[in-house]
Nanobody, 123 residues
Framework: QVQLVESGGGLVQAGGSLRLSCAAS????????MGWFRQAPGKERERVAA????????YYADSVKGRFTISGDNAKNTVYLQMNSLKPEDTAVYYC????????????????WGQGTQVTVSS
């Protein structure tokens, strides 16, 4: 069984930074793309960022471009999300996600989900 475990969430003031980490555990598996989604109370889950291991190319939602950076280690199935210049509207539960095959930066499907980590940005 594959598990994605997130860490690094917490409470931060507006303008601050946080770094989320996600590590895979369980039986060996390979991924084509890993990334992050978030869900705020009363809102739909939103795709935030993704990285395609084969090319290193990335996707970012318009709302986080220039502020968030995704990186990781394909061999370790580990992905990070550096979040800078945080805003109160970034408050959400952040979920790590992975796809075994091409899914257009996770827009067309996710095979594995983490349990989520809370990020709260105070004004």
């Amino acid at each position: 069984q594959v598990q994605l475990v997130e860490s690094g969430g917490g409470l931060v003031q507006a303008g601050g930074s946080l770094r989320l980490s996600c590590a895979a555990s369980g039986r060996p598996f390979s991924t084509h793309t890993m990334g992050w989604f978030r869900q705020a109370p009363g809102k739909e889950r939103e795709r935030v960022a993704a990285i395609r291991w084969t090319t290193g190319r990335t996707y970012y939602a318009d709302s986080v471009k220039g502020r968030f950076t995704i990186s990781g280690d394909n061999a370790k199935n580990t992905v990070y999300l550096q979040m800078n210049s945080l805003k109160p509207e970034d408050t959400a539960v952040y979920y790590c996600a992975a796809a075994r095959y091409y899914t257009d930066y996770l827009s067309r499907g996710v095979d594995y989900w983490g349990q989520g980590t809370q990020v709260t940005v105070s004004s």
